[in-house]
């Protein structure tokens, strides 16, 4: 079992910049892959990012160049997502998921962005 949480949602204006973190109850060193997913309203949640324990990143063509995920090796129970240059088209709750070699994910409450000026 693991739990993850995330924080660092807000209000940005376009072309502004946050950075989510997602805390996970364990080591995420201990884990096979983490990511950031995320849901606007009407629609379904959609891929935004990923990394393997290998350090593999994947992200959706729509953030590539713009996000960027990342694992803090110091605090090895935190990872991130930069996002720069943000866009209405952002908005969403973002959602931190993290799974086990058993290929279990575990799914985080959210926290909402919103570009907007």
């Known amino acids: 079992q693991v739990q993850v949480v995330e924080s660092g949602g807000g209000l940005v204006q376009p072309g502004g910049s946050l950075r989510l973190s997602c805390a996970a109850s364990r080591s995420i060193f201990s884990l096979s892959a983490m990511g950031w997913y995320r849901q606007a309203p009407g629609k379904e949640r959609e891929l935004v990012a990923t990394?393997?324990?290998?350090?593999?990143?994947?992200y959706a063509d729509s953030v590539k160049g713009r996000f960027t995920i990342s694992r803090d090796n110091a605090k090895n129970t935190v990872m991130y997502l930069q996002m720069n240059n943000l866009k209405p088209e952002d908005t969403a709750v973002y959602y931190c998921?993290?799974?086990?070699?058993?290929?279990?994910?575990?799914w985080g409450q959210g926290t909402q962005v919103t570009v907007s000026s």
């Open positions: 998921t993290v799974a086990d070699y058993g290929n279990f994910w575990y």
């Open positions: 990394v393997t324990n290998g350090g593999t990143s994947n």
